[in-house]
């Protein structure tokens, strides 16, 4: 009798209190403007992730710090209303990790996050049990890198399809790329990740363009890569793919009108996980996520207003 394939997904990372200003324009170095609203809201990469994974259908756990304190009830509220398991969440007598947001007319972003009590995970926190019934682990680096490799490596050992989403961007230790299954960057970061000899193509560039950039990362040992072009959709390397018409595979965007593009990008990666957990090809998952990123944007806030499964279906069938 065979037993029913891994379907979990374990999420490792931070959580943060989003502290949101609203403006019509981001201010230049130097300069203040007036703000027309302010919001207190759950975030952190990782927060956010996971509930957007388990909104979608996900069955998620989530490892983190919060502090004790308003925020760390906040976040450990709203993430449980959301169908994830946070009793790996550990409380601590630092504060709560804070992310500091200003959002233009727009809908664009500037973000300065202190990582508070996300500094006090520790590898020895990241237990191998936790990974027992995982198909997906995902990570970022909003939390220390000792950290993340160890949930790397405890995902990897597990079975499990590591999923590496490289931001805020770090230098990435050899060891950590090698355990990473799928590495998730925006163009900017594939840039720095790549060095000077990347040429990343333009947002626009039809799919045989990044055959180069596809290639460089199959030789530094990342065989499966996720693109994001933000308005321009996303770019699918997928160097274990049968045959070299399905290795790069460029996902349209989905067109809305965009509110507050804040996680959404979270949105999309807690989209991916869902989608490989569920097990769909990296490309059928990003084209998923690409309707699910789109329609966070075009509300104000991050969790709360994160799109289900009914609603992705709703707009890929309009």
């Avoid at 460089?216 to 996303?234: E, N």
Wanted: charged content about 15%; aromatic content about 4%; glycine content about 10%.
């Amino acid at each position: 009798m065979t037993s029913a394939p891994k379907a979990g997904i374990v999420v490792v990372g931070s959580l943060n209190a989003d502290l949101t200003i609203y403006c019509d324009r981001l201010p230049q170095p130097g300069e203040t403007v007036n703000g027309n609203g302010f919001a207190v809201n759950p975030g952190g990469k990782s927060a956010n992730q996971a509930v957007a994974a388990s909104k979608l259908g996900g069955q998620v756990t989530l490892i983190g710090a919060v502090g004790e304190d308003p925020n760390g009830t906040m976040l450990l509220e709203s993430t449980a209303n959301a169908g994830v398991d946070v009793s790996r969440v550990l409380r601590t007598e630092v504060a709560t990790g804070v992310a500091v947001i200003s959002v233009d007319s727009s809908g664009e972003n500037s973000i300065i996050i202190s990582a508070g009590a996300n500094g006090t995970l520790r590898p020895a926190d990241v237990t191998p049990d936790a990974f027992r019934d995982a198909a997906v682990v995902c990570l970022c680096l909003e939390v220390g890198i000792d950290t993340v490799i160890a949930a790397a490596q405890a995902g990897h050992d597990a079975g499990a399809t590591v999923l590496l989403n490289l931001s805020p961007y770090a230098e990435v230790p050899e060891r950590l790329a090698g355990l990473s299954d799928v590495l998730l960057v925006n163009a900017h970061e594939a840039s720095l990740f790549l060095g000077a000899e990347a040429d990343i193509p333009d947002a626009s560039s039809e799919a045989e363009a990044w055959e180069p950039v596809r290639s460089q990362f199959a030789d530094r040992g990342l065989q499966r890569v996720l693109v994001t072009l933000g308005a321009q959709g996303s770019v699918v390397l997928d160097s274990l793919a049968r045959g070299a018409e399905e290795q790069i595979t460029r996902i349209a965007p989905t067109r809305v009108s965009a509110v507050d593009t804040t996680g959404a990008g979270d949105a999309f990666t807690g989209a991916v996980a869902a989608r490989l957990a569920a097990g769909d090809s990296l490309a059928a998952a990003a084209s998923f996520a690409s309707v699910a990123a789109a329609l966070a944007a075009t509300k104000k806030g991050t969790q709360a207003v994160y799109p289900t499964i009914a609603d992705v279906e709703h707009l890929r069938d309009a």
